[in-house]
C-alpha cells in the first residue's frame, strides 16, 4: 500500500490560518446543508490523502494557500503517481465537490436522508442543468415568498426590519418584572435604551437615546440588579429558573420578555408600541385558531439545558406560525419537486430567527443560535425569507460556476452497518424537522456504504463530520468536542476495523482532528513502554511547534493534541512491556494512562509557552484551563473534557471548589461571597488578592496573603494575564491579573 503525504505531513498552521480566514470571510457555500467542512480542510484532506508521500512539501503549499476570498476558484491538479480513481466520501459535500474537482469518481455515503436527498439534488439535477436549474428554483422561491407576503402583511409592521426582545424575571423584593440586560446597546456606538421604572406597576418601559457611551445592564458582576429595588439575585439561580419555565411550558410562549424595540428598514430605531403588540397577539391569535403541524425533532444536548426539548420549542409563536406558514407555502407552489430545497432556506432562517438568536448590536441583526441569550433578535419573515433564498440560490451558483464535469453519486448509509455517524448538531435535526414537514423525505432504501471494505465492519458510531477513503484506508475528520467522553470507543472502533492511526493532526479554530488511517500489520505489536510515553510525548511537543504562534479563541483546539498524540500508539501498538509486566494497551486503564502522558507533557508546554513557573498542580491546572478554554459561558462549558487534564495531574474535580459540574471555572467574581481559603489552595489565594484589588486596590493585595502563596499567586496572576492576551479575550479577571502583576513589578524595580 503506497503511503500518503497526510501519513506524516499536515501544515497545521497553514490549514488552520485559512480555515480561519474563510470563516471569518464567510464560505459562500456554508448556508448549505451537507457541506459541513470548510473549503479550506476539506482541499486539505483530500489533496494530502491522495499525494503520495515523497512529494515535495513545497510543491503542495500553494495549493493549500488560495487566493484569499476564493479559497476554492483555484483548481488543484493531483501529482502523478499512483492515486486512485475511484474513492469514497463520508457525509461531507465539501469533501465530495474537491475530491470530485480533482478528478476523482466519487461516492458520497450520508447517513441523514434528508442531507442525502439534497446533495442528490446538488450534484445530479443542479450540476446537469445548471442555469436552467437555477432560474427554475430563483422562481420556485421567489412565488413563495410573495405567498408569504400576501398572508404576512397585517402581522409585522409595513418598514419594519428587525425586533428586539429582552427576557425579564419577577424581582422578589417589590414584584418589578426586570428586563434581562448585560449591556443597553441596540445599536453600538449610536442607540441606547435607558428604562422608565414605574412607581405603581410591574412593567418597564422603554427609552431609545442616541449616545455613544452605554450604562450598565442589569446583568453584572454574576448578578441580576432589579433596577426598582435594587435587590439582586445570582445569574445562575435566575437562568436556572427560566429554564425551568421552558422546560416545563408555563405560559404559551416559550420565554417571558419584553418586546423592547422595533429596528426601521431606514435604520432608524424606536421603542415597541401598543401596535407592534397588536400585531404580535394578532398572529398568536391565527396560531390558536387551526391545528398547525409543527417541525418536531430532538435538539442537541446542549440545548436541553436551557429547556429547549423539542426544536418546535425554539419559536415564539409569531415566528413559529411563519415558518410554518412557509412550509405551506411551499407545498401549495410545488412541494413534491422542489420541498428539500424550501427546507434548506427554513433551516438557516429558523437559526437566525429563533428565542435563542442573540440580538447583535454591532450587526444591528439577530446572531445564529450558540446558546443562552438574555434577548432575541426576531425577523419578519416575508423579507428574511427573500433575503435567505438569493443566499441559498447564490451559494448554488458558486457551485455551479466552479466545478463542471464533477462526478458524484449520493448513496444513504446504512443504518444497521454504518461504521459512523454525522453528529445531530442543531442545523442538521432542524432540516431533518423542515424537511419530513415540507417534503415528506425518502430516499429509496438503506445502502451499505463500502462493500468488502475493512473500514465498514463496525456498527459502533463514531463522531465523524467527513472523510475520504479506499481500499483499507480512510481519512476522517472528526469532532474535536467529542472526542474525550469517547476516547475508548473511538480506539477500540478504529482497531476492530483493522485499522490504525498513522498519525493524527489537530486544525486549530475549526475544533477538528484530522485521523489518517491505515491497514494494520497482521500478528500483535510489542514494545516498551518507555517507548509509547516517549512517542506520546515527542508527539505533543512537535505538534505544539507546530501552533505556537498561533493566536484567537481557536486556541482552544490545543486541548485536542493529547489525543493526536496518543492515537497511533494506542491503535498500533497491541501490549507494551513495563517492569516485567505485559499491558495490554486497549485496556482501560492503560488507555487513560497514556492519554495521561499526553495531558502532563501538554501542560508543560503550555506553561512554558506563558513563560511562568508554576509548582501546585491546583494553579498548573487553573493557569491551563484559562490558557485553552478561556471563560466559557454556559453554552461552551467543556463538562467531561476537563476530566483528562485533571486525572494527568492527579487532581480530583470534588476536591476544587471553583470548578462546577459542567466543567466550568469560577472567576473571583463568582466567588465573592464564598468561603476562601488562602492559606491551603493557591487558587483561593489569587481570587483572595483579586477580590481584595476592586476593594482596595493593589498596592495592599499581596500583603494581606500569607507569604509562602505569594509567589505562586503573581506566577497565576501572570499565567492568566497571558492566556488571555494569546486567546483575545479581554475578560474583568485577566484585567485585576495584569494590575495586580504590575503592582507586583513595580515594586521589584524599587
Known amino acids: 500500500m503506497t503511503a500518503r503525504k497526510i501519513d506524516s505531513w499536515f501544515p497545521i498552521a497553514t490549514v488552520s490560518e485559512e480555515c480561519g480566514r474563510e470563516r471569518d470571510l464567510g464560505s459562500p457555500v456554508e448556508v448549505l446543508p451537507g457541506f459541513r467542512s470548510p473549503v479550506a480542510l476539506a482541499r486539505a484532506v483530500v489533496l494530502l490523502s491522495l499525494t503520495s508521500e515523497d512529494t515535495e512539501e513545497d510543491a503542495l503549499l500553494p495549493s493549500l494557500r488560495p487566493i484569499v476570498g476564493e479559497p476554492w476558484r483555484t483548481l488543484i491538479e493531483v501529482p502523478d503517481g499512483d492515486v486512485p480513481r475511484k474513492v469514497w466520501v463520508l457525509g461531507d459535500g465539501s469533501i465530495a465537490l474537491e475530491a470530485a474537482r480533482m478528478g476523482r469518481e466519487v461516492r458520497l455515503a450520508v447517513s441523514d436522508p434528508a442531507v442525502a436527498r439534497f446533495l442528490r439534488e446538488v450534484f445530479g439535477r443542479l450540476f446537469a442543468l445548471r442555469e436552467e436549474a437555477l432560474e427554475e428554483l430563483e422562481e420556485f422561491l421567489h412565488e413563495v415568498g410573495e405567498v408569504l407576503r400576501d398572508r404576512f402583511g397585517d402581522f409585522y409592521g409595513r418598514e ?134 409543527v417541525p418536531r425533532g430532538e435538539p442537541p444536548e446542549g440545548l436541553k439545558r436551557w429547556g429547549i426539548w423539542d426544536v418546535s420549542w425554539l419559536f415564539n409563536r409569531r415566528q413559529l406560525l411563519a415558518h410554518v406558514e412557509a412550509a405551506v407555502a411551499t407545498s401549495e407552489v410545488d412541494g413534491d419537486r422542489y420541498g428539500i430545497w424550501a427546507a434548506a432556506v427554513l433551516t438557516e432562517l429558523s437559526l437566525r430567527n ?50 463542471e464535469d464533477v462526478e458524484v453519486e449520493v448513496v444513504k448509509a446504512d443504518e444497521a452497518n454504518r461504521s459512523w455517524s454525522i453528529p445531530r448538531d442543531l442545523p442538521d435535526v432542524l432540516f431533518r424537522a423542515w424537511s419530513e414537514l415540507v417534503s415528506n423525505v425518502s430516499v429509496g432504501e438503506w445502502k451499505v ?11 459502533a458510531p463514531l463522531p465523524v463530520v467527513g472523510g475520504l477513503g479506499w481500499d483499507d484506508r480512510v481519512s476522517l475528520i472528526l469532532r474535536g468536542d467529542r472526542i474525550a467522553g469517547r476516547w475508548e470507543e473511538i480506539v477500540g472502533w478504529i482497531v476492530g476495523c483493522g485499522l490504525e492511526a498513522a498519525s493524527a493532526w489537530p486544525v486549530i479554530g475549526e475544533d477538528a482532528l484530522v485521523v489518517p488511517l491505515v491497514g494494520r500489520e497482521p500478528g500483535p505489536e510489542e514494545v516498551d513502554w518507555e517507548g509509547v510515553v516517549e512517542e506520546v510525548r515527542g508527539s505533543v511537543r512537535e505538534l505544539m511547534r507546530e501552533v505556537r504562534d ?142 481584595k484589588v476592586v476593594e482596595d486596590g493593589p498596592g495592599s493585595a499581596l500583603e494581606a496573603l500569607p ?13 492568566v494575564a497571558r492566556a488571555a492576551r494569546r486567546r483575545g479575550e479581554d475578560h474583568p479577571e485577566a484585567e485585576l491579573a495584569r494590575r495586580l502583576v504590575g503592582v507586583s513589578a513595580g515594586a521589584a524595580a524599587r
Open 160 to 293: 419594519d426590519r428587525a425586533y428586539l426582545w429582552i427576557k425579564r424575571v419577577r424581582c422578589p423584593g417589590c414584584g418589578l418584572l426586570v428586563p434581562l440586560m448585560e449591556h443597553r446597546w441596540v445599536v453600538e456606538g449610536r442607540y441606547a435604551l435607558e428604562l422608565d421604572v414605574p412607581e405603581d406597576g410591574d412593567e418597564v418601559e422603554f427609552e431609545v437615546v442616541e449616545a455613544e457611551e452605554a450604562g450598565p445592564g442589569t446583568v453584572r458582576d454574576g448578578r441580576v440588579v432589579c433596577p426598582g429595588c435594587g435587590r439582586s439575585r445570582s445569574v445562575e439561580g435566575v437562568r436556572r429558573d427560566l429554564s425551568l419555565r421552558a422546560a416545563r411550558r408555563e405560559g404559551e410562549e416559550p420565554v417571558d420578555a419584553y418586546l423592547a424595540v422595533v429596528v426601521r428598514e431606514d435604520g432608524s430605531v424606536r421603542p415597541a408600541t401598543d401596535r407592534d403588540l397588536e400585531r404580535f397577539e394578532l398572529a398568536r391569535e391565527e396560531f390558536r385558531r387551526e391545528e398547525w403541524e
Open 449 to 459: 456504504p463500502v462493500s468488502g471494505g475493512g473500514w465498514a465492519r463496525t456498527r
Open 707 to 719: 507569604e509562602e502563596v505569594r509567589g505562586e499567586v503573581l506566577g497565576l496572576a501572570l499565567a
Open 550 to 691: 498561533l493566536r484567537g479563541r481557536g486556541w482552544r483546539s490545543v486541548r485536542l493534541i493529547p489525543y493526536a498524540a496518543a492515537l497511533p500508539p494506542c491503535t498500533g501498538v497491541d501490549v507494551a512491556r513495563r517492569d516485567g509486566d505485559s499491558l495490554g494497551v486497549r485496556h482501560p486503564e492503560v488507555l487513560s494512562e497514556v492519554l495521561a502522558v499526553g495531558w502532563r507533557e501538554l501542560v508543560e508546554a503550555v506553561l512554558e509557552l506563558l513563560d511562568v513557573g508554576l509548582s501546585d498542580p491546583r494553579a498548573r491546572f487553573y493557569a491551563v484551563y484559562r490558557s485553552l478554554w478561556g471563560y466559557p459561558g454556559p453554552e461552551d462549558a467543556p463538562g467531561r473534557e476537563v476530566e483528562p487534564p485533571l486525572r494527568a495531574l492527579g487532581l480530583n474535580p470534588n476536591d476544587l471548589p471553583y470548578l462546577d459540574a459542567d466543567g466550568r471555572l469560577k472567576t473571583y467574581r463568582e466567588r465573592w461571597k464564598s468561603r476562601l481559603r488562602p492559606e491551603e489552595d493557591p487558587v483561593d489565594a489569587f481570587h483572595a488578592a483579586l477580590l
Open 354 to 403: 429563533s428565542v435563542l438568536s442573540r440580538w447583535d448590536p454591532v450587526t444591528v441583526e439577530p446572531r445564529m443560535v450558540v446558546g443562552w441569550a438574555w434577548d432575541h433578535g426576531e425577523l419578519p419573515v416575508p423579507s428574511a425569507w427573500r433575503e435567505v433564498s438569493d443566499e441559498i440560490t447564490e451559494a448554488c451558483r458558486e457551485l455551479v460556476e466552479v466545478a
